[in-house]
């Protein structure tokens, strides 16, 4: 039986490879420090033999007792709120956090995959980003913490790779959204789907003229799956080209919801990019993937899992104590 050690695991990606690896009859090792992953993604599989949890923060030296064939780092904030909130942590699970999941992966001779970002494009001059485009990233700015700790993270994955012949994936991840999104992570899925079952005015960011391109999750892991098991150590962008306003996306939440709630203005946030597609001919011809899901199937899905939620969970707007977890 193979093993896999997923990082991360109880974030909303985390929790779905979970799920996926499972599936797929391996033995899962998840692990996650729980600042912003939450145990009830991953509370389903506690039952399951083939299913082991580690409360760990990846970024302290990790032992992992036994054989492993997979290490997926998958572990970070993800979300601009949540950069601003533990910026420092950001940046640790993307520089130490992947040091040590190299080290653990040459000691065990495990296949190593790194979830990149579009991030890495920042506010890209380049439309749509292809994965030779070396991007627009502000080092000092407010996403700086996580741009960099996930360019630092692509760099050292590489050196790894030519430097001591470790077998190394990175998946460049663009906007993604389904079931087990934080509510209250400020992304704008979650944002504008509590607003709108909360009965709140919808909070553009700037005058909504951005772009983005939304990928339904079960999409992406079909990807990062195919991905994993291909010869490509080169970046590979996954993601649904499928792009549009943020001032379309809230009318399609409107209409979705139902809500007779309006829209309203907010300042946008420093280096928020202007636009964002994914170039995806690369995925295409070396894995034969392209997103299934579309716009409107993703959204019922998804809208159907928040509608699911307590209205305690609805009402929570900050869920985690960070302050609890955090040595500066
Ligand atoms: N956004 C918004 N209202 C919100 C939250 C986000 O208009 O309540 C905008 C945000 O400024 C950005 C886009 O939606 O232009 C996507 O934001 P998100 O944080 O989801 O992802 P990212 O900016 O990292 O792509």
């Given at each position: 039986m193979k093993r896999v050690l997923i990082t991360g695991a109880a974030g909303f990606l985390g929790s779905h490879l979970c799920d996926r690896f499972i599936k797929d009859g391996y033995h899962v090792i998840a692990m996650d420090n729980l600042i912003t992953g939450r145990l009830k993604n991953i509370e389903h599989l506690f039952a399951h033999p083939h299913f082991e949890f580690y409360h760990h923060d990846v970024s302290k030296f990790i032992h992992v007792p036994g054989q492993l064939d997979y290490i997926l780092h998958f572990a970070s904030p993800a979300s601009p709120i949540d950069y601003l909130k533990i910026p420092i942590q950001t940046l640790k699970v993307g520089s130490l956090g992947i040091h040590n999941c190299l080290g653990l992966a040459k000691a065990k001779g495990a296949r190593l995959m790194i979830a990149s970002t579009?991030?890495?494009?920042?506010?890209?001059?380049?439309?749509?980003?292809?994965?030779?485009y070396w991007g627009n990233v502000n080092p000092v700015g407010p996403r700086g913490v996580y741009d960099e700790a996930k360019r630092f993270q692509e760099a050292i994955t590489m050196a790894y790779h030519t430097y001591h012949g470790l077998e190394t994936r990175i998946v460049r991840i663009f906007n993604t959204y389904g079931p087990r999104m934080r509510l209250n992570d400020g992304r704008v899925l979650p944002a504008f789907i509590g607003q709108a079952l909360r009965g709140e005015d919808l909070t553009i960011f700037g005058d909504g003229s951005q772009t983005r391109s939304f990928c339904y999750v079960d999409d992406l892991i079909e990807g990062i799956v195919r991905l994993l098991h291909s010869d490509c150590a080169d970046p590979v962008n996954i993601g649904n080209p499928d792009e549009i306003t943020i001032g379309q996306f809230a009318e399609e939440i409107i209409a979705l919801t139902g809500t007779s709630q309006k829209v309203i203005y907010k300042d946008l946030p420093?280096?928020?990019?202007k636009q964002r597609q994914p170039e995806i001919s690369k995925a295409r011809a070396l894995l034969g993937w392209e997103p299934q899901v579309d716009r409107k199937e993703g959204l019922k899905r998804t809208y159907a899992y928040f509608k699911s939620l307590s209205e305690e969970e609805l009402r929570q707007t900050d869920h985690n104590n960070f302050d609890q977890y955090i040595t500066k």
């Open positions: 579009s991030e890495v494009y920042g506010d890209p001059s380049v439309h749509p980003q292809p994965e030779s420093v280096d928020d990019p």
